[in-house]
């Protein structure tokens, strides 16, 4: 069974910056991808950015340009540098990890950009 908690998230103004990291406790699978997911209130789950052992990553349109994902080691998976936030970008975020047919998640991080 593989854990994930996350952290960086907070009270951010419009235009600034967050970097959120994940921690992993529990089995030492090797997860493929890794990535961060968001929920914002009333809206579905949505992938934010992910990236594969390969190197190769996926965005959400919205975030290119201003988000970077980044693989770490077997303790810290994976994290997110956000830049130049933006109000629309308030949400938990969580992290997750893919291992064959099971999906891991972390409970989650609050991000809020004041306007």
């Known amino acids: 069974q593989v854990r994930l908690v996350e952290s960086g998230g907070g009270l951010v103004q419009s235009g600034g910056s967050l970097r959120l990291s994940c921690e992993r406790f529990?089995?030492?699978?090797?997860?493929?991808?890794v990535g961060w997911y968001r929920q914002a209130p009333g809206k579905e789950r949505e992938l934010v950015a992910e990236i594969r052992t390969d190197g190769g990553t996926k965005y959400l349109d919205s975030v290119k340009g201003r988000f970077t994902v980044a693989r770490g080691n077997s303790k810290n998976p994976v994290s997110l540098q956000m830049n130049n936030l933006k109000p629309e970008d308030t949400a938990v975020y969580y992290c997750?990890?893919?291992?064959?047919?099971?999906?891991?998640w972390g409970q989650g991080t609050q991000v809020t950009v004041s306007g």
């Open positions: 997750n990890g893919q291992w064959s047919v099971h999906s891991f």
């Open positions: 529990g089995s030492n699978l090797g997860l493929n991808p």
